[in-house]
């Protein structure tokens, strides 16, 4: 079965979101981030997990725990999100 143009774009946005967090980018995942939802698109968990991760590598707490309300607000909690978050405050 083909994708859709809108699941092929967010698995895109996770890859290049995914290289950037592990690239410590935090900065531009955040714009990503912006980007994705101006285009129309949601977060997905894997979005929002990687995006979390990024902070946490640099010390952004703040930021991480933002995005992790934000993930919370919409239905997308897993273990991963969580763990992640709790990283970023320690």
Sequence with gaps: KELS????DIIMFNAVISACAKCVQWE????LLVEL????LS???????????ACEKVSQWQTALSLFFEAESKNQMNIILCNATISSLE
């Design 37 to 40: 939802q101006m285009g129309g």
């Design 28 to 31: 531009r995942v955040l714009s």
């Design 43 to 53: 977060p997905t968990v894997i979005t929002c997990g990687a995006s979390i991760s």
């Design 5 to 8: 143009w809108r699941s092929k």
